[in-house]
């Protein structure tokens, strides 16, 4: 986030039929800090360098099938110009990365952001709590094994 904005990318999401935008990141590879990870995804989708301030968010999103744990970081832009990046794993022609931008939190209601919880962070003018929130996303009763 900076000033009243935040930091999201447009991308073609497996899980998706039309792009959305989202807020940066990836997987944590093997032997790899989930800190390491942070760093290493912001720098290779943005060209920006940051300094992790807040755990605000742990997400389950679990939709066939996917069951991915991410985990959303308030953090600090400390170097770099913000350019669009690319995920080394894929080739060029499967690149999912199209845009990013720091987008205004009044403007973030007009677009299709995932998971929906940003953009009621947004729609709140980036408050945040001061408790970490656990967000799970679901499609079985009482979420899995329920």
Not at 17 to 40: C, D, F, K, T
Request: charged share 25%.
């Amino acid at each position: 986030m900076q000033d009243s904005s935040i930091l999201l990318t447009k991308i073609n999401s497996p899980t998706r039929p039309e792009p959305i935008w989202m807020p940066p990141g990836g997987g944590v590879e093997l032997g790899e800090s989930l800190e390491e990870a942070l760093y290493r995804e912001i720098l290779e989708e943005t060209e920006l360098e940051i300094k992790k301030k807040q755990l605000l968010w742990i997400y389950e999103f679990i939709e066939e099938p996917y069951h991915a744990i991410e985990f959303y970081f308030r953090c600090e832009v400390i170097g770099g110009n913000l350019k669009k990046g690319s995920d080394p794993e894929l080739k060029t022609d499967q690149q999912m990365l199209l845009d990013l931008a720091f987008i205004p939190f009044s403007e973030a209601q007009n677009l299709p952001i995932a998971p929906s919880f940003i953009k009621e962070f947004c729609k709140n003018g980036g408050e945040f709590f001061t408790d970490i929130r656990h967000i799970i996303n679901s499609p079985f009763e009482g979420g899995a094994g329920g």
